[in-house]
């Protein structure tokens, strides 16, 4: 790969991250489960000339493990009251296994294809749900706002088997008979490399905070916790004075300051904050 196709490539994934829509968490969730699927399943991949493909299912099924545990905390997974588009099906999921083992239960019934029958019926509405959600939504409008057009990046294959029941839910189940999803040869090619930067799990950050919290042996530190302690950083005091000694000088003349916050007329003196006129 040329450099400065490579270098053309890694802004389309800067871009995409910082830029596109970040009105729900989807985009993040399609972009580690890809890069997740890429490094994990590379030998389920199809390829030709320009694309690579792999199993939808893969993604479904770790979406179901990303969203199980925020949403069993109620950490909000997009802005505004709206839910997520499948968020109804997975907590009906969530409550089932409340009190029988939880996430790592599901887990479990999913490897074994063991999920009761009092739940089946609701947890392929589950898995159906998420198709939709994954291939109408991220995958849909990713790169848009670079591209100016809908699935510029990933491509679902529209290649999926009409499911009305199931007798066994399993992995073989997910990867067989949800269809397949593409993206282009020079994306996987970075995914593949450097997916795990990107992801986070590679990343300077986190292997110092692995590295703390192994070589520590009296507080049985997480890594989680050491993170935690990494990204504190000092911040300056602002230096207001100067501001404030202006925006008084400017209502001894008669100037009048509005709130930027309430939009009302700041009168006094005294009810002077800068951060509310500048």
Not at 133 to 161: A, R, W
Request: hydrophobic fraction near 35%; glycine fraction near 4%; charge should be positive.
């Amino acid at each position: 790969m040329e450099f400065r196709n490579l270098k053309k490539d890694f802004k389309t994934i800067n871009f995409i991250i910082e830029r596109d829509s970040k009105d729900t968490t989807y985009k993040f969730a399609l972009l580690r489960s890809v890069i997740e699927t890429i490094q994990e399943f590379d030998h389920l991949k199809t390829e030709t000339e320009n694309k690579v493909s792999f199993p939808l299912g893969i993604l479904i099924q770790k979406w179901i493990f990303y969203y199980y545990p925020l949403l069993e905390e109620e950490i909000p997974q997009k802005h505004g009251s709206k839910n997520l588009a499948f968020a109804e099906d997975l907590k009906e999921i969530i409550d089932y296994y409340k009190d029988k083992g939880g996430i790592n239960a599901l887990y479990s019934d999913i490897r074994r294809g063991s999920i009761p029958g009092e739940i089946k019926g609701k947890f392929l509405k589950l898995l159906k749900n998420l198709k939709s959600t994954i291939t109408d939504m991220p995958m849909k409008y990713l790169g848009k706002s670079y591209f100016n057009k809908n699935y510029s990046i990933f491509e679902y294959n529209n290649d999926s088997k009409n499911i009305k029941h199931a007798n066994k839910i399993d992995d073989k189940f997910l990867i067989e008979n949800f269809g397949t999803f593409s993206i282009p040869k020079e994306i996987y090619i970075i995914f593949s490399y450097l997916g795990s930067f990107i992801n986070g799990t590679e990343s300077i950050l986190y292997k110092w905070a692995e590295f703390s919290a192994k070589a520590d042996k009296k507080r049985k530190l997480t890594v989680e916790k050491v993170l935690d302690r990494l990204l504190l950083y000092p911040e300056d005091q602002r230096d207001v004075s100067l501001a404030q000694k202006v925006y008084k000088e400017l209502m001894k003349s008669n100037q009048k300051l509005e709130c930027v916050w309430s939009g009302k007329i700041i009168k006094k003196e005294s009810t002077l904050n800068v951060d509310h006129a500048i």
